[in-house]
């Protein structure tokens, strides 16, 4: 992972930032948050049902095809309605996000001080469990709900700064996610 490549420097005082969100964002900050882990045994139980429905089908009477179809849709909806419900938290989150405007941002040792056309705010280091580096991304993790997140683009950094400064400033103040998680 990046983050472990990657040493804090020492002595960076502030970070600044400005961006506008994109989808691209706010969709890469939700499946990080999002352990890919629980995933796998439903997609295989997903494929071994569909084979062993396929294989009912060819040799079974309608009745047992009709039953094994029918066994088949809450697993095959759970998927689709997993899929569909991530993607409308993105549309709504990049639909609130985009209507604060730019977002300027500093990144220093008391938090992080977000303004927008809208609202002005600083929240504490204390406020956020943990971070998570994507490749794009900071993803400082306050709590569990959809919300509950701030975002530092890479891409928006400014005035000379770099990742590794951002890096220092955010893994001085809090601890990356723990594996696992």
């Known amino acids: 992972m990046e983050n472990e490549q990657r040493q804090a ?4 005082v502030s970070v600044q930032l400005a961006y506008l969100p994109t989808r691209a964002d706010i969709a890469e900050a939700l499946g990080a948050r999002t352990p890919r882990w629980w995933r796998l045994p439903l997609i295989v139980g997903v494929i071994t049902a569909a084979v062993l429905v396929l ?21 095959v909806g759970s998927l689709v309605g997993g899929w569909v419900n991530q993607l409308y938290r993105v549309r709504q ?14 990144a220093d040792d008391d938090g992080v ?15 956020f469990r943990h971070y998570i580096e994507t490749t794009n991304l900071f993803v400082l993790v306050m709590d569990d709900t959809v919300g509950g997140m701030a975002l530092l683009p890479k891409r928006g950094l400014r005035d000379g700064a770099d990742v ?13 996610r723990p594996s696992g998680g």
Not at 55 to 74: G, K, Q
Request: zero cysteines; proline letters at 7%; a negative charge.
């Open 9 to 12: 420097a020492p002595g960076a």
């Open 55 to 75: 294989l009912l089908m060819l040799a079974a009477p309608e009745e047992v095809t009709v039953l094994a179809a029918a066994a088949m849709l809450p697993a």
């Open 113 to 127: 001080h977000a303004a927008t056309a809208v609202m002005e705010n600083m929240i504490p280091w204390a406020s």
């Open 164 to 176: 590794d400064g951002l890096l220092a400033v955010v893994a001085r103040n809090l601890a990356p």
């Open 93 to 106: 989150l990049t639909r609130h996000a985009r209507s604060q405007g730019e977002y300027t941002m500093r």
